[in-house]
């Protein structure tokens, strides 16, 4: 029951305790990516397979978490704190839209069209696959989970 006499929390996105869910998930991914980004350099017209490995693998466990979590309950307490820590701010540092982008660009303006192309849509289809997957797993698992 909410009490009248204290006003409510305010939207999601200005309370500290949900900022600092998102901020420390955030610090991870963003560690993990640029471990990944300097153990896996891509040269000029290379296959950039550091970009491609954290977003096929933020995009799995993405797909997982979300579909695990709405199949065991709603939105709310630690379902809802895991959502932020690990969905919004480790996955959505790990993987990198605009590293995709600027790393096609340079493939295709620097004349490597065939590798461009080939990494535009093998990141696509491949994203595709690994949210299906993660959420086919993540379905099943919770599944399993809430029907304890």
Do not use: K
Not at 8 to 36: D, E, K, N
Not at 95 to 102: D, E, G, I, P, R
Not at 111 to 132: I, K, M, Q, R, S
Request: charged share 15%; glycine share 18%; proline share 5%.
């Amino acid at each position: 029951m909410t009490d009248p006499d204290r006003p409510a929390p305010g939207p999601l996105h200005r309370q500290w305790r949900s900022m600092a869910f998102v901020f420390v998930g955030g610090i991870v991914g963003t560690l993990i990516r640029y471990g990944v980004e300097r153990g896996l350099p891509a040269g000029p017209g290379d296959w950039p397979w550091a970009t491609f490995a954290v977003n096929c693998v933020g995009t799995l466990i993405l797909g997982a978490l979300i579909a695990g979590l709405t199949a065991i309950g709603a939105d709310t307490g630690w379902r809802l704190r895991t959502r932020l820590l690990l969905g919004v701010g480790f996955c959505g540092s790990l993987t990198t839209y605009s590293a995709f982008a600027l790393e096609s660009d340079r493939l295709l303006a620097g004349g490597d069209v065939g590798v461009g192309l080939g990494y535009v849509v093998g990141t696509v289809v491949a994203g595709l696959v690994c949210a299906t997957v993660g959420f086919v797993v993540g379905r099943g698992l919770g599944d399993q989970v809430g029907a304890r």
